[in-house]
């Protein structure tokens, strides 16, 4: 593949990283597009980052600027740590296509765009007066148009295709294109059209004839200068073996996991609601590990079907996202009380209400640590990117058997969706942490509410002998876990459960800095999907001389033991958010640390320069 | 319930040491000793046994009962049960709930519970009234009920709890009253039925709703106003002098006199447990031009939900072999040596 390319020598440009955004229609296609474009792109070896962005309508009108639907994919021969501030190149299916995302384009940048779907009405309909291809409009850019609609009819012309459905075949047209324009392997595209196609073989066909004629066409025909066969190198990475993953899948696959590690099976009660449905998705294809999965009525149901299957002994999951958590709320107080491991899996959202389901925000951090009545401490912690989601699903297993409590695993829709490279974990490098039920009294007699020394509650499985006992939503007597309303009684309780939550810390050790030094001038403080822009942007300004460092926060509640001396370490303390600063009130309460926020809600990732102006505006 | 071994217990073995907190002569006592008493006749095993709650007078019963409990939230007993029991489909699930809990804020799971045929027995404690949060009127209270929230009277059509357990595709509906000798009688029934057993019994709140069902609880007049079911027997009341038989014309059930014991002549019903068209009738009747239908009133079996959950898994993972480090590598892979990409 790659080396076809390093052997044609001198023809290519060495690049570094590219960002190839593709939009077109709902209806187009981009998603998939983007997905193989992907696979293709890892399967060379080169690092890479997505960022998936669609509408929230399954199928909007034809042609309009709300339905486009968008794909981006950064990638390259050194560490790819954001899905890319701006496209190097944009492929726009139709105008709207071309209207919403152009300006986001590097200055020089290239367009491909369809012409053949430039007529009066899709112009029409994406508000231009006059056909952008044919004024000057784009002139800032490079700009190659040709009838792909058309070529791709020609294409597909033999295998008697209608005329909608041979057009379907535009994308995979595209993509042969692209393939060709970054020298990629088209076979695991070919194999994925011929598996995915095996009940139709026309269509099949059709598809790998346009992929092929795209591809033909970048090779073939005259194109004058913008579109250079470009090779990007492999980037550096660890030996081992990798496959690209996307959040929800990475997710999924730890909570399998750390149930196997927990040695217990799992139970998971879910509802669908977007983004967090992926999840549902593939834990309920993989009931061989042990897994049953329930799609309950409501949210409510969901979770409290989990707490039910917890009581009984099993590993009991929910995962949903915020509008469905504020649902939950009530019965992870009652989690909280009758002191059983839960594990909710938040994958935010914009909100509030209803808010922007489809894109991604971080403002449910609040809701987590905070979201309950009563005082209602529970962990929570928060993935960074989709393979330290995997990571994080087993921390949370861990946490939730070992300390007999609820916790919150938080990730965003960015996270769900995007796909990275993933080095393939080794299952016996993991330490397993087996799960042992009561099955008889502690010495003095049965206590439910007795405690370890970790403070966690013996976990009693019904149908064990000897133990029966109640537990419920009331205040529990100390020890005996009868109802007690007595205000001494409410007071310990109330101190055990703190503790018992806080002490989670003793497990997790000390924060490290992911870039950086603890002490200097400034550092930002960062968590969940903001990892990328923040690490790059701070990579940048080291490299500039800038005194400037980064931290990431996996454990939100409780934070690591030396948190507060480490943010005491610097001068200066910024706190990047997808939201409007809930981070920084916690660090602020905790640490009494003048925390400054840099806030950004607008449904799309920082982009790394925006970072990087707040850090130099920090430090000048 | 489960084919499980029956266990040689006593009445005693089946009563916790915690004090019972209903109000004194609430109908709640009478159906807690039912309960008691039904255990050792179905050979239950106190340690196999788990009785679910949500929120409300009824759902302290679980702290009574010498088993594995749970008191939930409001109206999410039903779901946390469909939890516990496919965790553990072993396990005899028990569902405590009360009107409110059960139609109106958990209406939602009552409905699902009841749909999906969740092996388990639910005991709606219906006393038209909320008792715990003093004295509102229920889903259940008749049209005109004065209560701190109605002071001028209740304006809304009440639900009726078996035509919607059996709206709600219930397989087993009962009925039965607090303090009648027969309510263990009918739990047992229910509890012989595989699948989601609905019963619905009338609890006299002696507090806020007191006697609000005498007109048909009363044991002075409950001859004429109690219709006993029970299967293959004929649908008589006022000891035989009556009976219920189909009008044909107006497809709908009717009262009959009984001439001399001459039931058939009559046209009176053969009482038909599995007759779901009869047992809509029977749940829309109207007490007053009708005695109140009592005892099973349906009973039909179907594969219940967690068996099916359980065969789809084990179907499902009968072909395959677990293996975590081949699950984590499926897909495309790629290799990266020492030197670069291996492709």
């Known amino acids: ?620 | 319930m489960n084919e499980i071994s029956k266990i040689e217990t006593t009445l005693k073995d089946w009563e916790t040491d915690q004090e019972v907190r209903w109000c004194p002569g609430c109908g709640d006592y009478a159906i807690l000793k039912a309960v008691q008493r039904t255990m050792p006749m179905i050979g239950g095993s106190p340690a196999n046994t788990v009785f679910v709650s949500g929120i409300g007078c009824s759902s302290r019963f679980p702290y009574y009962m010498e088993t594995y409990g749970f008191h939930t939230i409001h109206g999410r007993a039903p779901a946390v049960a469909t939890g516990v029991k496919l965790a553990n489909p072993e396990l005899d699930v028990w569902i405590i709930t009360g009107d409110g809990d059960a139609l109106s804020i958990g209406g939602n799971h009552t409905m699902h519970v009841l749909r999906r045929n969740l092996n388990c027995q639910i005991m709606l404690f219906n006393n038209e009234i909320y008792g715990l949060t003093k004295g509102q009127y229920s889903p259940t209270s008749r049209e005109g009920t004065n209560s701190p929230s109605t002071p001028y009277g209740s304006v809304d059509h009440p639900a009726s709890p078996c035509a919607f357990a059996l709206g709600s595709g219930a397989r087993f509906v009962a009925r039965g009253i607090d303090i009648n000798k027969n309510l263990p009688d009918v739990l047992m029934a229910a509890h012989a039925h595989k699948g989601a057993a609905f019963i619905e019994i009338f609890q006299n709140c002696i507090v806020y709703n007191k006697d609000v069902f005498e007109d048909f609880a009363a044991k002075k007049t409950a001859a004429a106003t109690q219709l006993w079911l029970a299967n293959g027997e004929p649908m008589l009341f006022e000891k035989g002098a009556k009976g219920i038989a189909l009008d044909q014309d107006k497809m709908a059930l009717k009262v009959v006199d009984v001439v001399d014991g001459d039931w058939q002549a009559a046209g009176v019903l053969r009482h038909d447990v599995t007759n779901r068209s009869t047992a809509h009738m029977l749940v829309e009747l109207q007490f007053g031009a009708f005695p109140m239908p009592l005892g099973v009133i349906y009973d039909d079996p179907k594969p219940t939900f967690e068996t099916a959950v359980v065969a789809q898994n084990e179907a499902i993972a009968a072909n395959k072999k677990p293996d975590l480090q081949a699950l984590v590598s499926k897909g495309q892979t790629w290799t990266v040596t020492e030197d670069g990409p291996d492709l």
């Open chain 1, 1 to 620: 593949m790659a080396s076809a390319a390093q052997e044609a020598g001198n023809e290519e440009e060495a690049l570094d990283s590219v960002v190839v955004r593709f939009a077109g229609d709902s209806g187009d296609g981009m998603q998939l597009t983007g997905g193989q474009f992907t696979l293709s792109t890892a399967l060379a070896g080169n690092d890479l980052a997505t960022f998936p962005d669609f509408p929230a309508e399954i199928r909007a009108p034809q042609g309009t600027l709300f339905g486009v639907s968008a794909f981006q994919i950064n990638f390259g021969s050194r560490a790819i740590h954001t899905a890319g501030d701006q496209p190097d190149v944009l492929v726009a299916m139709n105008p709207a296509a071309l209207k919403v995302n152009v300006d986001s384009l590097k200055a020089g940048g290239l367009i491909i765009a369809d012409s053949g779907e430039f007529g009066k009405r899709n112009l029409d309909k994406a508000k231009y007066e006059n056909n952008p291809l044919e004024d000057d409009s784009l002139a800032k850019w490079q700009l190659l148009a040709f009838d792909i609609s058309a070529l791709t009819l020609e294409a597909v012309k033999p295998f008697g295709l209608g005329n909608k459905e041979a057009l379907r075949c535009k994308n995979m047209w595209t993509l042969g294109l692209a393939l060709w324009m970054f020298d990629r392997d088209r076979q695991p595209i070919v194999d994925w059209l011929t598996s995915k196609f095996a009940k139709k073989p026309e269509i099949a066909q059709a598809n790998i004839a346009a992929l092929n004629a795209g591809h033909a066409y970048g090779e073939t025909a005259e194109l004058s200068g913008p579109v250079k066969q470009a090779a990007l190198p492999a980037a550096p990475a660890n030996p081992g073996l990798y496959r690209t993953v996307n959040g929800a899948e990475a997710l999924s696959l730890g909570l399998v996991a750390g149930s196997q590690m927990a040695n217990l099976p799992m139970f998971f009660g879910g509802y669908p609601i977007t983004p967090a449905s992926a999840i549902l998705h593939h834990l309920s294809r993989l009931k061989e590990y042990g897994v049953t999965t329930f799609q309950a009525e409501d949210e409510i149901a969901a979770i409290a079907s989990a707490i039910g299957a917890s009581y009984a002994g099993t590993l009991g999951v929910t995962s949903s996202s915020g509008p469905g958590i504020a649902l939950k709320g009530e019965a992870m107080g009652l989690a909280i009380m009758t002191e059983l491991p839960l594990v909710i899996v938040n994958s935010q959202r914009g909100g509030p209400s209803t808010g922007l389901p489809t894109k991604t925000e971080q403002s449910d951090l609040y809701q987590a640590v905070y979201g309950r009545n009563g005082d209602a401490p529970m962990p929570v912690i928060s993935a960074r990117s989709p393979s330290d989601a995997f990571e994080c699903a087993i921390e949370a297993v861990r946490i939730a058997t070992q300390y007999m409590t609820p916790v919150m695993l938080l990730t965003d829709g960015y996270i769900a969706n995007a796909a990275e490279p993933w080095l393939v974990p080794d299952m016996s490098d993991y330490t397993e942490f087996p799960v042992e039920h009561m099955t008889q009294a502690q010495a003095g007699g049965f206590m439910p509410y007795g405690r370890d020394e970790k403070l966690a509650r013996p976990w009693v499985k019904p149908g064990t002998p000897e133990l029966m006992h109640r537990i419920g939503g009331i205040e529990k007597g100390l020890d005996t876990g009868h109802i007690d309303y007595g205000s001494d009684n409410h007071q310990q309780m109330t101190d055990i459960r703190r503790d018992k939550v806080l002490g989670v810390a003793n497990s997790i050790g000390d924060q490290e800095v992911a870039l950086g030094q603890a002490g200097g001038k400034l550092a930002l403080i960062g968590w969940g999907s903001t990892y990328g822009p923040i690490h790059q942007a701070v990579n940048r300004c080291r490299e500039k001389g800038m005194d400037v460092s980064h931290i990431h926060l996996r454990y939100i509640w409780p934070m690591p033991k030396n948190l507060g001396e480490l943010l005491k370490s610097y001068d200066h303390v910024i706190v990047p958010e997808m939201n409007m600063g809930q981070l920084k009130t916690l660090l602020r309460d905790q640490y009494l640390v003048d925390a400054k926020p840099l806030n950004k809600v607008s449904g799309q990732p920082f982009t790394i320069a925006e970072i990087e102006t707040a850090i130099a505006e920090a430090l000048s």
